[in-house]
């Protein structure tokens, strides 16, 4: 059970826009900034999105990042078969003193 | 260019310990964090702790508290991360990662290629 929630997975069809949701409370997503991850498998995590809403360098301008409240989205618009990977987002939690992950969300482009 | 590279796979017996580098380079290596992140087979991912190479001072997950311990070289710009009384569970990908120099700042990039470690009998 993570500490921040996502859905375990989303699809679309190339082109398509689609949004992958992050959930926590007060200590984490509250009171600190999200970062996204994007994992394909059998190779590390690379970081997305940093900050809430700042691209990484390399980061392609369809994906996007927000921050509401105790929630975080990451959209990817103009879908494209290589963005069929693992997303998770991240945040510190000053509750645990330490870095919390969300579940990961696998993502398949249909 | 920046970049984190781990040391090789490990197989270990249960009760065992393993100790993993981490090999920093193109940047100032005591200007960044460097943390753990470990992924279990088919599992997400799971932060581990942090070391801040300038002075050593680290901070651990509740999780491994008594069971990690993160030190760091600064002749060779590497950190090492050691995981004592090894169980089955502790099977997985280890990743080292930077970190920005502010403790609830946790992005992290670039990862290490990671390193596999396999506990059993």
């Known amino acids: 059970q993570s500490v921040l929630t996502q859905p375990p997975s989303a699809s679309g069809t190339p082109g398509q826009r689609v949004t992958i949701s992050c959930s926590g409370s007060?200590?984490?997503?509250?009171?600190?900034?999200v970062n996204w991850y994007q994992q394909v498998p059998g190779t590390a995590p690379k970081l997305l999105i940093y900050?809430?809403?700042q691209r990484a360098p390399g980061a392609p301008d369809r994906f996007s990042g927000s921050k509401s409240g105790t929630s975080a989205s990451l959209a990817i618009s103009g879908l494209q078969s290589e963005d069929e990977a693992d997303y998770y987002c991240s945040t510190w939690d000053d509750s645990l003193n330490g870095a919390v992950f969300g579940g990961g969300t696998q993502l398949t482009v249909l | 260019q920046v970049q984190v590279v781990q040391s090789g796979a490990e197989v270990k017996k249960p009760g065992a310990s393993v100790k993993i580098s981490c090999k920093a380079s193109g940047y100032s290596f005591t200007s960044y964090y460097m943390h753990w992140v470990r992924q279990a087979p088919g599992q997400g991912l799971e932060w581990m702790g942090m070391?801040?190479?300038?002075?050593?001072?680290?901070r651990y997950a509740q999780k491994f508290q008594g069971r990690v311990t993160m030190t760091r070289d600064t002749s060779t710009s590497t950190v090492y991360m050691e995981l004592s009384s090894l169980r089955s569970e502790d099977t997985a990908v280890y990743y080292c990662?930077?970190?920005?120099?502010?403790?609830?700042?946790?992005?992290?990039?670039?990862w290490g290629q990671g390193t596999q470690v396999t506990v059993s009998s």
């Open positions: 007060s200590s984490n997503i509250g009171s600190n900034t």
């Open positions: 900050s809430n809403n």
């Open positions: 070391i801040n190479p300038s002075d050593g001072s680290t």
């Open positions: 990662a930077r970190g920005p120099s502010i403790v609830a700042r946790i992005w992290l990039d670039p």
